[in-house]
């Protein structure tokens, strides 16, 4: 069964770069068919999909935040990693990632238990 | 952009009941529709995917339909372990938009 695990720091500066790592065990991430993930919700509000990595290192980035996002795979070490430039209060959300399965009929099938970012100085 | 909305926002139900919450897309999305289950401090839970298929390991109280443009999540008998917020999302457009949500507590 695959699980997921956000990392990263709790708290980061306006202006800054915001970096999470997702660590996946019990799946490779270096075969198709998953689109890995990230996916944020600010405190108390809706979800909000930011993007993708696919195992062939192609991305796709919510539009919104397309000029801030970047993504990264490290397929020996099992992670991704999710970076957004020039943060603000705004980016204080709950971020997950999650494994997205299908094409055609495509969905989160898995998520990590979350990790809350505040953009604070 | 694909908007997507949920009705009710909210909703007190008793134990056994029937409960239904409805979704509705901005535009035609055919069956790229899943639900999702939050419960407070966690992250969503896949329930539904494609409109109507159940996903492995959930309860088969849940359910999906789509009629014309609204798509519906049916809790046949509401137990305990189901009151939380309930997401919609859209899998047509890239953005994967999601619902508002639909909290579901406890009459």
């Known amino acids: 069964q695959v699980q997921l695990q956000e990392s990263g720091p709790g708290l980061v500066k306006p202006s800054q770069t915001l970096s999470l790592t997702c660590t996946v065990s019990?799946?490779?991430?270096?075969?198709?068919?998953?689109?890995w993930s990230w996916i944020r919700q600010h405190p108390g509000k809706g979800l909000e999909y930011i993007g993708y990595?696919?195992?062939?290192?192609?991305?796709y980035y919510n539009p919104s935040l397309k000029s801030r996002v970047s993504m990264s795979l490290d397929t020996s070490a099992k992670q991704f990693t999710l970076r957004l430039s020039s943060v603000t209060a705004a980016d204080t959300a709950v971020y997950y990632c999650?494994?997205?399965?299908?094409?055609?009929?495509?969905?989160?099938?898995?998520w990590g238990q979350g990790t809350l970012v505040t953009v604070s100085s | 952009d694909i908007q997507m909305t949920q009705s009710p926002s909210s909703l007190s139900a008793s134990i056994g009941d029937r409960v239904t919450i409805t979704c509705r897309a901005s535009q035609n999305i055919n069956r790229n529709l899943n639900w999702y289950q939050q419960k407070s401090g966690k992250a969503p839970k896949a329930l539904i995917f494609a409109a109507s298929s159940l996903q492995e390991g959930v309860p088969s109280r849940f359910s999906g339909s789509k009629s014309g443009t609204d798509f519906t999540l049916t809790i046949s008998s509401l137990q305990p372990e189901d009151f939380a917020t309930y997401y919609c999302?859209?899998?047509?457009?890239?953005?994967?938009?999601f619902g508002p949500g639909t909290t579901v507590d406890l009459k």
């Open positions: 999650a494994r997205r399965r299908g094409t055609t009929t495509s969905y989160f099938d898995s």
């Open positions: 990595i696919y195992y062939s290192g192609t991305t």
């Open positions: 999302q859209q899998s047509y457009s890239s953005e994967f938009t």
């Open positions: 019990g799946d490779s991430i270096s075969s198709g068919g998953y689109y």
